[in-house]
């Protein structure tokens, strides 16, 4: 059983920083991607990025890139998403998610977090 907890949500002012962390657990992560995502009030889940885990290649939402990295600390069985930049539409709940497929739709990936949540204030 795969167990994923996310930290580091809060409230921030626009153009500020923030870094999230999935704590893993359960598994050997190394065939696996792992994912984050984000649902505001009223809207549907949205892909932010993805990772996989065992060669590191990375892929972005166009609405994030070159603002947000994410990362993985094998030692740790930890996943990151630093934040630079912050937009006030940046603002929502971000899960952290694990699949065997690397993909933006939110139904290829079989593990979530509970989320954490991101507030960007103007």
């Known amino acids: 059983q795969v167990q994923l907890v996310e930290s580091g949500g809060g409230l921030v002012q626009a153009g500020g920083s923030l870094r999230l962390s999935c704590a893993a657990s359960?598994?050997?992560?190394?065939?696996?991607?792992m994912g984050w995502f984000r649902q505001a009030p009223g809207k549907e889940r949205e892909f932010v990025s993805r990772?996989?885990?065992?060669?590191?290649?990375?892929y972005y939402a166009d609405s994030v890139k070159d603002r947000f990295t994410i990362s993985r600390d094998n030692a740790r069985s930890t996943l990151y998403l630093q934040m630079n930049s912050l937009k006030p539409e940046d603002t929502a709940v971000y899960y952290c998610?694990?699949?065997?497929?690397?993909?933006?739709?939110?139904?290829?990936?079989?593990?979530w977090g509970q989320g954490t949540q991101v507030t960007v204030s103007s």
């Open positions: 359960g598994r050997t992560f190394s065939s696996y991607v």
């Open positions: 998610a694990a699949g065997y497929v690397g993909s933006t739709s939110p139904n290829e990936y079989g593990y």
């Open positions: 990772i996989t885990w065992s060669s590191g290649r990375t």
